[in-house]
Every structure is written in C-alpha cells, then in structure tokens.
C-alpha cells in the first residue's frame, strides 16, 4: 500500500525566508505531484514530476524528484506573503487513485 | 474550454437524508475521481469510473455509498442515509485516455450533515 508522508505539517515563516517541504513516499510510484489549495478552495496544480532527477520551477517555489530515495521536495525562495496556503503532495495515480499526504499548512508572516 | 464542474458547490442534510454529489469532467475526458476531504486531511479516494463503468471502488465505504458515471449525464456520488460522519468536502477530478494521465480537480462540494 502506497503511504505519503509530509513534513513539515506547520510551517510559519516570515517573508524573505527560504524554505523546504519534504516528501516521502513508500513504494515505487511513476509521477509525483504537488498542489496548492487555498481555504474552502480547489486544488491547484503546481508541479508534475515524471522521471528521477526532475526539477521544475515557477516563480519562487522549485520542485524536485528523487525516486531512488523515494523523496520530493518543494522549495521556497525569497517566501511572499501570497504564497501562504496549503501544500500537497500525491503519488500513484493509477486505477486506485492519488495518494495523498497530509499537507503542509504554510502561514507566511510579513 | 470549461473546467470540471461540481454542484452543488454546498449540501447541507440532516441525518437520514440522502445526498447527491454531481461531477461534470472536462470536456473530451471519459475518466472521473471521486476523493473525500475530511477537516485538515489530505484528499482519499473513494472510486475511479469510466463510462458506464467502476473501475476500483477500493476506498468507498462499503455501505451507503454508491457511484455511477452514466453514458450521457454527470458522475453522481450518492450518499444514502448520511451521519454527522459524513460531512467533508468532496472532490471529482477528471482525466482523459489511461489512468495515468493528470487529473484536474472539481471545485469541490462541502457536505454539512446536521
């Protein structure tokens, strides 16, 4: 059974700050994914990492794969306060759905 | 091009009541995710459907909860005799061709049982 876990679960930073979420997964899974979710709102759709060793990057958050260490990580750079929200990533992705973790609740503070 | 679409977008039920939660997937796809949100979790799945078919309800309580994805119509989630327990939001994502493919999520409907 394919488990995801992230961490932190809180983060509170303050703006300028540099920062990263991990994420762990425990069996071989072919895309990892990370979403933003504001309160009451949808997911969004930040990154979709596809093969070991990938990097993506838009604006201050950057995003990378490891999948011999079954690791992704999201940074973020120079932290603004727009990006306080909810981050999650996902693995799987087949019949039996994405598996999701918990979420990392990110309060950026001016 | 329209996004998936869900309504209602707010369901509120008191216990005993049932609730149908529908999905329209984005156009083109023929492949829609039905996952739970409960406060401060992360999404579950409950059912993966093609048309007119299930393909894996492994994460669908076995009772009171059923699914369909009709040839013509939505996808409907339907809560039969609904408890405080069930209150959460509920997402659809669609995807288009293999399961593999990206889903793009549903704005969600929130479900308050009274």
């Known amino acids: 059974e394919l488990k995801v876990e992230q961490n932190p679960l809180f983060l509170s930073m303050q703006e300028g700050k540099n920062y990263t979420i991990y994420c762990n997964y425990s069996t071989t899974s072919d895309r990892l994914y990370w979403y933003r979710q504001d309160p009451g709102k949808s997911l969004e759709s930040l990154f979709v990492?596809?093969?070991?060793?990938a990097v993506k990057q838009e604006g201050r958050l950057m995003a990378s794969l490891d999948t011999k260490a079954r690791l992704s990580t999201l940074h973020i750079t120079a932290a603004v306060h727009d990006l306080s929200a909810t981050y999650f990533c996902a693995a799987g992705g087949g019949a039996d759905g994405l598996t999701f973790g918990k979420g990392t609740h990110l309060i950026i503070q001016p | 091009n329209a996004g998936v679409m869900q309504n209602p977008r707010h369901l509120v039920r008191r216990r005993g009541q049932e609730a149908r939660l529908r999905c329209s997937p984005m156009?083109?796809?023929?492949?829609v995710y039905w996952y739970r949100q409960l406060p401060e979790e992360g999404l579950k799945f409950m059912v993966y459907l093609q048309k007119e078919n299930i393909i894996d309800e492994s994460g669908m309580p076995k009772e009171r909860f059923s699914a369909e994805f009709p040839k013509e119509g939505p996808s409907i989630l339907r809560i039969q005799q609904v408890v405080r327990g069930d209150s959460a939001a509920y997402f659809c994502a669609s995807t288009f061709g293999t399961a593999n493919n990206e889903q793009f999520f549903g704005p969600g409907t929130r479900l308050t049982v009274l």
């Open positions: 156009k083109g796809h023929s492949h």
């Open positions: 990492l596809l093969s070991n060793g």
